[in-house]
């Protein structure tokens, strides 16, 4: 869940693009959120289309407008694990090292 972008929505499991269509997903080899430096990754779209024009109608389409300290959260039965927004960077399709451990807990 991230407040500020009204974006509430269940992380699925997997990449590919039959999930990113749906909504965003978990990296294969990320871990899950918990205790630990835990690496917690997963992708969305940033923008959708419709009948051939961009739309906003992906989950990450205003990640841009997060600020430093705006809160990021995710939940499974037993907890709620919440994120402070740092920064947002962008990198290559083939660029692994973001999911690699940072050496502390991160989303």
Not at 80 to 85: A, D, F, G
Request: proline share 6%; charged share 25%; with cysteine.
């Amino acid at each position: 869940m991230i407040p500020k972008l009204k974006l509430n929505t269940p992380v699925l499991d997997g990449t590919e693009l039959s999930v990113l269509n749906r909504g965003v997903g978990l990296f294969d080899y990320a871990q899950l959120p918990g205790e630990g430096n835990r690496n917690v990754s997963i992708a969305g779209h940033r923008n959708g289309r419709s009948g051939g024009r961009i739309t906003d109608r992906a989950p990450f389409y205003y990640i841009d407008t997060l600020t430093d300290g705006d809160r990021l959260y995710l939940r499974d039965d037993k907890h709620v694990y919440e994120y402070v927004y740092r920064t947002t960077f962008i990198v290559e399709p083939t660029d692994w090292a973001p999911i690699y451990s940072q050496g502390f807990s991160c989303l």
